[in-house]
């Protein structure tokens, strides 16, 4: 049996009821998470841009499977909503993330299954199957993968993830959900370039992805064969997108290890490979030291943290380039003692206080070859004293290794709403819990879909 028909009966085959209770309670809590960080996404730095562009391909109509844009925004046909709330759910860094893949796996999955349930209603059971099952496809690509991230893996893995949950939504056949994968692997786009420029195409990369996932369920339903050695043909995914990969344990695995379980909140709107450092930040602070204090800092980090976020802090930074800048997400940490979605206002981002202290701070490898690796993190900070003061992390808060607590959690979802509808949420936050929770037992996702799209009062 290839990859690419293992992953799909899994996906297709897979029940509700079957699948272990710690990964069940995952997947109503990331769902939960997702859906609110896309409803902050609402009031982000072009966010407006991206829905007018989205509106100018054409709007809903009566005969139209059309879904809404996350936080009372328009009616628009399925694949168009699923690009704008991609876009929206990713674009201020704040997603959950699969560490060991580096693939953020409900952001494509998150908007593709939510357009196609608002567009054609399923049960809740079958929403939350089809989001589980999708993430062991998309984390499973990335856990798979040996060698350093080149291509955006987020959008890439999370496409394939996507299309086999919207093919498990609409009942496709095995040969259908085959063709759809041939149409995903055909629209795979995505590169770390955005990443290196500190640019606002990632997100557009994740809301691509997204929409391309619907497109490659609508061509294969219209009975146009797609090719079907997507992942281990000669110029199949990993061939084409990873250096060095091993899917064997990944598929061996499949039925037994449900990835949404291995999932990490964030709880900062920041590149996850800040936030080790962010956390270590805030330790300092509560210690007393303070940024008069500080002659330089170095957060000696795995490669990958170096590579991700060691960019140095600038005067005329974007707000992307800044959320994936650590010099700048530590000094805030520093200062303010909290890094939260208002810290990146072109207010907050011009303080001088903050960039003073950013130009003290560097990133540092440790020279592990560890590719995927987010710890152990050091922070070293040299007093103006000549003091040393050391502190140490060894998982990121968030992770299975270190569980966000209820009450931050909690918080975070406020501050979501909050800031996406421009005042406190407590009736809609009270709102989406309950929905979520009841998905299990719902005959129909709209109460959920509602909620989604409907008033912002």
Known sequence: MSAAEAFARHVLDLRWDAIPAPARAAAQAFLLDTLAVGIAGRRAWLADKVLGVARSWGRADADTPSAHVFGGGPRLPAPSAAFVNGFQIHCQEY?????????HPLAVIGAALMAQAEARPVSGADLL???????????????????PIRFFRPATAGLFGATLGIARLRGASLDQALDALGYALAQAAGTMQAHVEGKPALPLQIAGAARAALIANDLAAAGIPGPHDVFEGPYGYL???EERSDLAPVIASLGQTFRIAQVSYK???TGRAAQGGIVLMQRLRQSGVRAPDIASLRLIAPPLIARLVGRPARADMQV???RLCFGYCGALALNEGHVRLDGFTPDALANRDTLSLAARIEVVSDGSDNPAAFAPQTLEARLVTGEVRTLTIDALYGSPADPMGGDDIAAKRAECLAFGLMGPQLRLDASLQEAVAD???AASTDTLTALMSGPTA
């Open 129 to 147: 199957a089809a989001l589980t099952g999708a993430v062991d496809v998309a984390a499973g690509l990335g856990v798979a993968a040996l060698s």
């Open 267 to 269: 709880p900062f709107p």
């Open 239 to 241: 061939s084409l997108f």
């Open 95 to 103: 997603d959950c993330v699969h560490e060991p893949a580096v693939v």
């Open 320 to 322: 992307n380039y800044a």
């Open 439 to 441: 998905l299990p037992h």
